[in-house]
Protein backbone atom coordinates (compact mmCIF):
# COMPACT_ATOMS: atom_id res chain seq x y z
CA UNK A 1 0.00 0.00 0.00
CA UNK A 2 1.48 3.41 -0.78
CA UNK A 3 -0.24 6.61 -0.15
CA UNK A 4 0.22 10.15 -1.58
CA UNK A 5 1.73 12.57 0.88
CA UNK A 6 2.00 16.53 0.27
CA UNK A 7 4.83 17.91 2.15
CA UNK A 8 5.05 22.07 2.62
CA UNK A 9 8.24 22.07 0.58
CA UNK A 10 8.44 21.13 -3.29
CA UNK A 11 6.59 20.10 -5.97
CA UNK A 12 4.39 16.97 -5.78
CA UNK A 13 6.59 14.43 -8.84
CA UNK A 14 9.40 16.51 -8.69
CA UNK A 15 12.48 15.18 -6.84
CA UNK A 16 14.12 18.41 -4.65
CA UNK A 17 17.13 20.23 -6.71
CA UNK A 18 19.24 22.77 -4.78
CA UNK A 19 16.36 25.64 -4.02
CA UNK A 20 13.96 23.11 -2.42
CA UNK A 21 16.69 21.63 0.12
CA UNK A 22 17.74 25.34 0.79
CA UNK A 23 14.57 25.94 1.63
CA UNK A 24 14.16 22.97 4.02
CA UNK A 25 17.20 24.32 5.92
CA UNK A 26 16.00 27.74 6.29
CA UNK A 27 12.89 26.16 8.01
CA UNK A 28 15.28 23.91 10.41
CA UNK A 29 16.06 26.15 14.32
CA UNK A 30 17.82 25.11 16.99
CA UNK A 31 15.55 23.82 19.82
CA UNK A 32 18.42 22.17 22.44
CA UNK A 33 22.12 22.78 23.09
CA UNK A 34 24.70 20.09 22.09
CA UNK A 35 27.23 21.83 24.06
CA UNK A 36 25.23 22.40 27.07
CA UNK A 37 23.30 19.30 27.32
CA UNK A 38 25.39 16.50 25.75
CA UNK A 39 29.65 17.98 25.56
CA UNK A 40 28.80 18.80 28.96
CA UNK A 41 27.49 15.38 30.52
CA UNK A 42 30.79 14.07 28.02
CA UNK A 43 33.33 15.85 30.00
CA UNK A 44 32.14 15.24 33.51
CA UNK A 45 31.69 11.72 32.43
CA UNK A 46 35.45 11.91 31.75
CA UNK A 47 36.44 13.69 34.65
CA UNK A 48 35.20 10.77 37.00
CA UNK A 49 35.94 8.02 34.62
CA UNK A 50 39.70 9.57 33.32
CA UNK A 51 41.27 6.26 34.97
CA UNK A 52 39.75 4.36 32.26
CA UNK A 53 38.74 6.09 29.35
CA UNK A 54 40.35 8.79 26.88
CA UNK A 55 38.38 11.33 25.75
CA UNK A 56 39.49 12.38 22.05
CA UNK A 57 38.22 14.83 19.72
CA UNK A 58 37.96 13.02 16.36
CA UNK A 59 36.78 16.45 13.89
CA UNK A 60 34.24 19.09 13.79
CA UNK A 61 30.95 19.24 11.71
CA UNK A 62 32.07 22.29 9.17
CA UNK A 63 28.27 24.09 9.83
CA UNK A 64 29.94 25.20 12.85
CA UNK A 65 33.44 23.73 14.11
CA UNK A 66 33.06 25.62 17.72
CA UNK A 67 29.71 23.96 18.18
CA UNK A 68 29.59 20.59 16.52
CA UNK A 69 32.51 18.88 17.66
CA UNK A 70 32.73 15.58 17.54
CA UNK A 71 34.14 13.35 20.80
CA UNK A 72 34.26 9.51 21.43
CA UNK A 73 35.61 7.20 24.12
CA UNK A 74 37.99 5.24 23.95
CA UNK A 75 39.92 2.63 26.69
CA UNK A 76 42.67 4.02 28.06
CA UNK A 77 44.85 1.09 28.63
CA UNK A 78 44.57 -0.49 25.21
CA UNK A 79 44.82 -4.57 25.68
CA UNK A 80 46.18 -6.21 22.40
CA UNK A 81 44.53 -9.68 23.48
CA UNK A 82 40.87 -8.76 23.88
CA UNK A 83 38.42 -7.67 21.59
CA UNK A 84 37.39 -4.40 20.70
CA UNK A 85 33.31 -3.45 21.01
CA UNK A 86 32.26 -0.10 19.02
CA UNK A 87 29.08 1.38 20.24
CA UNK A 88 27.46 4.66 18.64
CA UNK A 89 24.50 6.81 19.66
CA UNK A 90 22.81 10.10 18.01
CA UNK A 91 23.68 8.92 14.13
CA UNK A 92 19.84 10.00 14.03
CA UNK A 93 20.74 13.60 16.22
CA UNK A 94 16.73 13.39 17.28
CA UNK A 95 16.92 10.14 18.34
CA UNK A 96 17.32 11.26 22.25
CA UNK A 97 17.72 8.18 23.67
CA UNK A 98 20.56 7.11 21.20
CA UNK A 99 22.84 9.94 22.42
CA UNK A 100 22.13 9.54 26.73
CA UNK A 101 21.78 5.85 26.09
CA UNK A 102 25.45 5.86 24.92
CA UNK A 103 26.45 8.21 27.39
CA UNK A 104 24.49 6.43 30.73
CA UNK A 105 26.27 2.79 29.49
CA UNK A 106 29.86 4.36 30.07
CA UNK A 107 28.75 5.93 32.83
CA UNK A 108 27.29 2.57 34.47
CA UNK A 109 28.35 -0.36 32.69
CA UNK A 110 31.38 0.18 30.86
CA UNK A 111 33.72 -0.42 33.94
CA UNK A 112 32.28 -3.70 34.45
CA UNK A 113 33.03 -4.99 30.65
CA UNK A 114 36.50 -3.63 30.67
CA UNK A 115 38.17 -6.58 31.93
CA UNK A 116 36.91 -8.20 28.71
CA UNK A 117 37.07 -5.79 26.13
CA UNK A 118 38.34 -2.88 24.47
CA UNK A 119 35.83 -0.07 23.80
CA UNK A 120 35.12 3.04 21.66
CA UNK A 121 31.68 5.10 22.80
CA UNK A 122 30.92 7.96 19.92
CA UNK A 123 27.42 9.42 21.50
CA UNK A 124 26.48 11.84 19.47
CA UNK A 125 27.43 11.23 16.11
CA UNK A 126 25.03 14.17 14.50
CA UNK A 127 24.68 16.96 17.20
CA UNK A 128 23.14 19.40 14.27
CA UNK A 129 20.83 16.34 14.51
CA UNK A 130 20.66 16.86 17.97
CA UNK A 131 19.96 20.48 18.23
CA UNK A 132 17.66 21.26 15.46
CA UNK A 133 15.81 17.85 16.49
CA UNK A 134 16.27 16.16 12.96
CA UNK A 135 16.99 13.02 11.01
CA UNK A 136 18.60 14.52 8.30
CA UNK A 137 21.78 16.95 8.14
CA UNK A 138 21.95 20.29 6.59
CA UNK A 139 22.01 18.99 3.44
CA UNK A 140 18.68 17.27 3.45
CA UNK A 141 21.23 14.13 3.83
CA UNK A 142 20.41 11.51 5.81
CA UNK A 143 23.78 10.57 7.50
CA UNK A 144 22.30 6.71 8.27
CA UNK A 145 22.11 5.87 4.75
CA UNK A 146 25.68 7.53 3.83
CA UNK A 147 27.97 5.14 5.75
CA UNK A 148 30.38 4.12 2.56
CA UNK A 149 33.38 5.90 0.68
CA UNK A 150 33.38 9.42 0.30
CA UNK A 151 29.60 9.31 1.06
CA UNK A 152 28.01 12.08 1.21
CA UNK A 153 27.39 13.25 5.19
CA UNK A 154 30.76 14.47 6.54
CA UNK A 155 28.93 13.07 10.19
CA UNK A 156 29.39 9.65 8.52
CA UNK A 157 32.64 10.34 7.00
CA UNK A 158 34.28 11.49 10.50
CA UNK A 159 33.18 8.62 12.32
CA UNK A 160 34.10 6.31 9.73
CA UNK A 161 37.67 7.83 8.93
CA UNK A 162 38.60 7.69 12.54
CA UNK A 163 37.28 4.19 13.65
CA UNK A 164 38.22 2.73 10.20
CA UNK A 165 41.78 4.58 10.80
CA UNK A 166 42.54 3.00 14.12
CA UNK A 167 43.02 -0.13 11.85
CA UNK A 168 41.63 -2.61 14.76
CA UNK A 169 39.57 -5.35 14.25
CA UNK A 170 36.65 -4.97 15.90
CA UNK A 171 34.20 -8.18 17.41
CA UNK A 172 30.69 -6.30 17.91
CA UNK A 173 28.67 -2.90 17.05
CA UNK A 174 26.23 -1.84 18.62
CA UNK A 175 24.59 1.56 17.16
CA UNK A 176 21.45 3.01 18.77
CA UNK A 177 18.34 4.64 17.81
CA UNK A 178 14.73 5.14 17.86
CA UNK A 179 11.83 4.88 16.02
CA UNK A 180 9.32 7.88 16.76
CA UNK A 181 5.81 8.89 15.67
CA UNK A 182 7.66 11.95 13.68
CA UNK A 183 8.92 9.52 11.68
CA UNK A 184 5.63 9.04 10.39
CA UNK A 185 4.35 12.67 10.19
CA UNK A 186 7.39 14.33 9.35
CA UNK A 187 10.34 12.58 8.30
CA UNK A 188 9.09 9.72 5.65
CA UNK A 189 6.56 12.58 3.94
CA UNK A 190 10.11 14.53 3.63
CA UNK A 191 12.06 11.80 2.28
CA UNK A 192 9.44 11.15 0.03
CA UNK A 193 9.23 14.76 -0.88
CA UNK A 194 12.58 14.94 -1.69
CA UNK A 195 12.96 12.33 -3.82
CA UNK A 196 9.34 12.58 -5.50
CA UNK A 197 8.48 8.91 -4.41
CA UNK A 198 5.70 7.29 -2.93
CA UNK A 199 5.85 6.60 0.53
CA UNK A 200 5.10 3.19 1.68
CA UNK A 201 2.93 3.14 4.87
CA UNK A 202 3.33 1.26 8.08
CA UNK A 203 2.88 1.80 11.86
CA UNK A 204 5.31 2.62 13.95
CA UNK A 205 6.06 -0.58 15.71
CA UNK A 206 5.03 -0.42 19.66
CA UNK A 207 8.24 -1.27 21.66
CA UNK A 208 11.85 -2.45 21.24
CA UNK A 209 13.15 -3.70 18.30
CA UNK A 210 16.60 -4.75 16.74
CA UNK A 211 17.97 -4.65 13.56
CA UNK A 212 20.53 -7.11 12.48
CA UNK A 213 22.59 -7.78 9.46
CA UNK A 214 21.07 -9.89 6.36
CA UNK A 215 24.46 -11.22 5.77
CA UNK A 216 25.65 -11.76 9.40
CA UNK A 217 22.42 -12.17 11.34
CA UNK A 218 23.24 -13.63 14.52
CA UNK A 219 20.51 -15.01 15.82
CA UNK A 220 22.25 -15.75 19.14
CA UNK A 221 23.67 -12.21 19.66
CA UNK A 222 20.35 -10.40 18.72
CA UNK A 223 18.19 -13.20 21.07
CA UNK A 224 20.49 -12.39 24.16
CA UNK A 225 19.27 -8.57 23.89
CA UNK A 226 16.04 -8.63 22.97
CA UNK A 227 15.75 -10.86 26.27
CA UNK A 228 18.00 -8.88 27.76
CA UNK A 229 15.80 -5.36 26.84
CA UNK A 230 12.57 -7.06 27.65
CA UNK A 231 13.40 -7.23 31.31
CA UNK A 232 12.85 -3.41 30.98
CA UNK A 233 10.47 -2.54 28.72
CA UNK A 234 8.30 -4.15 25.97
CA UNK A 235 9.17 -5.89 22.47
CA UNK A 236 7.42 -4.34 19.89
CA UNK A 237 4.74 -7.31 18.28
CA UNK A 238 5.31 -7.70 14.67
CA UNK A 239 2.28 -6.52 12.77
CA UNK A 240 -0.47 -8.34 11.04
CA UNK A 241 1.99 -9.46 8.01
CA UNK A 242 4.15 -10.73 10.25
CA UNK A 243 6.31 -7.66 9.64
CA UNK A 244 7.96 -4.94 11.37
CA UNK A 245 8.34 -1.39 9.64
CA UNK A 246 7.98 -3.08 6.00
CA UNK A 247 10.31 -5.80 6.67
CA UNK A 248 9.67 -9.64 7.33
CA UNK A 249 10.16 -10.62 11.06
CA UNK A 250 13.51 -12.91 11.45
CA UNK A 251 13.08 -13.82 14.65
CA UNK A 252 10.96 -12.11 17.66
CA UNK A 253 11.62 -8.50 17.97
CA UNK A 254 13.93 -8.59 15.15
CA UNK A 255 14.83 -7.89 11.74
CA UNK A 256 17.92 -7.70 9.19
CA UNK A 257 18.57 -5.64 6.67
CA UNK A 258 21.71 -5.41 4.56
CA UNK A 259 23.57 -3.07 6.28
CA UNK A 260 26.64 -2.09 3.80
CA UNK A 261 24.51 -2.03 0.50
CA UNK A 262 21.81 0.21 2.43
CA UNK A 263 24.95 2.71 4.10
CA UNK A 264 23.82 2.07 7.44
CA UNK A 265 25.99 2.92 10.32
CA UNK A 266 26.24 -0.78 11.62
CA UNK A 267 27.48 -1.95 8.16
CA UNK A 268 30.27 0.62 8.28
CA UNK A 269 32.70 -2.38 10.22
CA UNK A 270 33.36 -5.55 9.47
CA UNK A 271 32.64 -6.57 13.42
CA UNK A 272 31.12 -10.19 13.34
CA UNK A 273 28.51 -9.05 15.05
CA UNK A 274 26.18 -5.82 14.40
CA UNK A 275 23.35 -4.82 15.89
CA UNK A 276 21.06 -1.70 15.46
CA UNK A 277 18.60 -1.16 18.16
CA UNK A 278 15.01 0.69 17.98
CA UNK A 279 13.32 2.09 20.89
CA UNK A 280 9.86 3.67 20.64
CA UNK A 281 9.78 6.85 22.81
CA UNK A 282 6.68 7.58 22.22
CA UNK A 283 4.71 4.71 23.34
CA UNK A 284 2.05 5.14 25.74
CA UNK A 285 3.95 2.50 28.01
CA UNK A 286 7.28 4.15 27.62
CA UNK A 287 9.12 7.66 28.53
CA UNK A 288 12.53 8.76 28.44
CA UNK A 289 13.91 7.58 30.90
CA UNK A 290 12.67 3.90 30.55
CA UNK A 291 14.46 4.26 26.70
CA UNK A 292 17.93 5.24 27.74
CA UNK A 293 17.49 2.32 29.98
CA UNK A 294 16.22 -0.31 27.29
CA UNK A 295 19.56 1.16 25.27
CA UNK A 296 21.58 0.17 28.08
CA UNK A 297 19.70 -3.20 28.35
CA UNK A 298 20.60 -3.92 25.06
CA UNK A 299 24.58 -2.66 24.94
CA UNK A 300 25.18 -5.29 28.01
CA UNK A 301 22.44 -7.92 26.75
CA UNK A 302 24.66 -8.24 23.33
CA UNK A 303 27.77 -7.75 25.86
CA UNK A 304 26.63 -10.24 28.18
CA UNK A 305 26.24 -13.01 25.33
CA UNK A 306 29.29 -12.23 23.96
CA UNK A 307 31.37 -12.88 27.38
CA UNK A 308 29.65 -15.60 27.79
CA UNK A 309 30.98 -16.83 24.24
CA UNK A 310 34.70 -16.44 25.73
ZN1 LIG B 1 17.59 6.27 13.58
Request: contains cysteine; negative net charge.
Amino acid sequence: MTTEQSYKIGTPGQPWGSAEKSAWYQAQTVKRSYQSQVVSKIKSIHQSLSELLDLKRYGALSYNTDVYELWLFMSKQWQQDKPTILVTGGVHGYETSGVFGALRFVETELVKYSEHFNFIVAPCISPWGYETINRWNPNAVDPNRSFYKDGPAEESKNIMDYVLGLNIELLAHIDLHETTDTDNSEFRPALAARDAIDQKSWNIPDGFYGVGDSLKPQPEFQKAIIDSVSKVTHIAPADESNKLIGSDLAQFGVINYPTKELGLCAGFTDAEYVSTTEVYPDSPKSDAENCIIAQVAAVTGGLNYLVGKK
